[in-house]
């Protein structure tokens, strides 16, 4: 897809505040700092439209951009951040998981893990609930450029292993800094919001 237009329209809390238009969603979940908002920049061709904080912790609602009056990407705050009250976040979990399980308009959901690394056990335990909840998933493994590329199938391999990853077209090594997986990105975006 062409991006000439996004627009922020919304940061909600609660179902009453979400978007009415009824066009498709794509949610992106993710460790904080993971590089939500950076995978969100260079899929919209924006430097730093999606802000990008080195503290992790910053989205603390569902940020809603409309994308080229066609879709919205959600961007769902980080989890796994150990700074945040205990109570806030419960609070955050039961925003996240009411907009996951009972939004009609949530067509997939972009896992992403981080390429030098294991999979956390937040990032298995979100993969099996989305899982759970037959909720499309493309894990996307960022920050893969931080990687010797001679590892890169260690890299998949040891993600597809930590998360049980089954389906081949699950999976895709991403970096903001080179693009690198920016259109197979688009590309199963597109599947999912059914235009080809």
Excluded at 75 to 85: E, F, H, I, T, W
Excluded at 86 to 95: A, I, L, N, Q, V
Excluded at 169 to 184: C, P
């Amino acid at each position: 897809m062409e991006v000439h237009n996004v627009e922020l329209v919304m940061s909600a809390v609660a179902p009453a505040q979400y978007p009415t238009t009824g066009y498709p969603e794509i949610a992106l979940v993710g460790r904080s700092n993971v590089g939500k908002s950076s995978l969100t920049n260079v899929l919209i061709n924006r430097k730093s439209y999606a802000r990008t904080s080195s503290q992790p912790g910053k989205t603390q609602t569902l940020n809603f951009y409309n994308v080229e009056d066609q879709l919205y990407f959600v961007d769902v705050p980080g989890y796994g951040y150990a700074k945040v009250s205990r109570s806030e976040r419960e609070k955050w979990g039961t925003m996240i998981e009411t907009y996951l399980t009972s939004r009609p308009q949530l067509k997939g959901v972009i896992s992403l893990v981080d390429a030098r690394h294991a999979p956390s056990e937040d990032d298995v335990m979100m993969y099996n609930w989305l899982h759970y909840y037959r909720i499309p998933i493309l894990v996307v493994a960022t920050k893969s450029d931080k990687v010797v590329r001679g590892k890169w199938n260690k890299s998949e391999s040891l993600i597809r292993k930590t998360l049980q990853i089954s389906d081949p077209d699950e999976f895709q090594l991403f970096s903001a800094q080179t693009k690198m997986g920016k259109d197979e990105v688009w590309n199963w975006i597109e599947k999912r919001i059914g235009e080809d």
